[in-house]
């Protein structure tokens, strides 16, 4: 059990990788997406800010790339 305090206001997604089974990605209405690796739980792996509220984030399918729907 992991417990990770991710964005300060509501979160909008949160998708876990197809082909990493510790990695997951948040978006949320604070304008940003974070990736997460829960085996380095609490720590924040990459944030990217977009400017706008985020509405989600998904993984592609392959793996390698997230998509963002601001």
């Keep these: 059990f992991t417990f990770i305090t991710?964005?300060?206001t509501k979160i909008s997604s949160i998708d876990w990788s197809p082909t990493q089974?510790?990695?997951l990605v948040t978006s949320s209405l604070d304008g940003t997406v974070k990736?997460?690796?829960t085996?380095?739980?609490r720590i924040?792996?990459?944030t990217i800010y977009?400017?706008?509220p985020v509405v989600?984030?998904?993984y592609t399918i392959?793996?390698?790339g997230v998509l963002v729907l601001n």
């Design 6 to 8: 991710a964005h300060p």
């Design 35 to 37: 990736l997460w690796d």
């Design 44 to 46: 924040c792996q990459g």
């Design 39 to 41: 085996k380095k739980s």
């Design 21 to 23: 089974e510790s990695h």
């Design 56 to 58: 989600r984030a998904s």
């Design 62 to 64: 392959q793996g390698n």
């Design 50 to 52: 977009t400017g706008s």
